[in-house]
């Protein structure tokens, strides 16, 4: 392979990273939001670089036709260079989600002592995580009786017809992607990964605020809706 194909391979990789990362919310899919400079960083180095070679490369083969120079050739493996390229330009991996969030254990809750008491909406809105924590670490049971709303997507499995309700957390790309689940008792079977916001109360299983108590709810209602720009949050749902 000639070192032109190489500058044309760097100009595709560039011009990919820029496309999901300028223009489009993909880059959503790979890294977190904070990452999204870096990645526009890379993606303009890789294209001049690209450019760069190019002209260089012709200026060289100019040369080169009076003395009989040949170009050295690259390995053949190098060819992979142009699969993630082609990739970032025309087509985008799905998102993580329940596949993923189905193997691989709930994130751990960090230890918290102190709560804030709940606002007096019905149902509270809340995040994954901050349940998670009342449910089990929140001696005061703020949360019994109460009703909670939360969005995420749906992760199928459960035993007797239950399922979790999932968020799956970037700490920095795809990589270390972690879940948070909600076993959810009740409403219709839908499909995995659909958007649900879902209401309800806490499942009465263990002794509530302690490690025994279900990281679970009783559905009262279950709505389907669009998935967050960013899904990689574990974010409040929407009013």
Request: proline share 8%; aromatic share 6%.
């Amino acid at each position: 392979m000639r070192r032109f194909v190489q500058a044309l391979l760097l100009v595709l990789c560039g011009l990919g990273l820029l496309q999901v990362s300028l223009f489009t919310e993909l880059y959503l899919r790979y890294v977190k939001e904070g990452m999204r400079p870096l990645l526009i960083a890379s993606g303009a180095v890789l294209l001049l670089l690209g450019l760069a070679s190019a002209v260089l490369d012709k200026r060289q083969e100019k040369e080169g036709e009076g003395h009989g120079h040949d170009h050295s050739g690259l390995p053949r493996v190098a060819w992979l260079l142009l699969l993630p390229a082609l990739s970032l330009l025309c087509y985008a991996p799905p998102a993580l989600g329940a596949y993923t969030a189905s193997r691989q254990p709930p994130k751990a809750v960090a230890e918290q002592s102190d709560f804030d008491p709940l606002p007096a909406t019905s149902p509270v809105p809340m995040t994954l995580s901050d349940f998670t924590s009342r449910v089990r670490q929140d001696r005061r049971q703020d949360i019994k009786g109460r009703g909670i709303r939360m969005t995420g997507f749906v992760t199928p499995g459960g035993p007797a017809g239950s399922w979790d309700l999932t968020r799956v957390i970037l700490n920095c790309c795809a990589a270390d992607a972690q879940s948070v689940k909600v076993r959810i008792h009740g409403g219709p079977a839908l499909p995995a990964n659909t958007w649900v916001t879902v209401t309800g109360t806490w499942h009465a299983a263990g002794k509530l605020g302690t490690g025994s108590a279900a990281v679970a709810l009783d559905a009262r209602t279950v709505q389907k809706v669009a998935r967050p720009v960013n899904g990689y949050q574990d974010a409040l749902p929407l009013p």
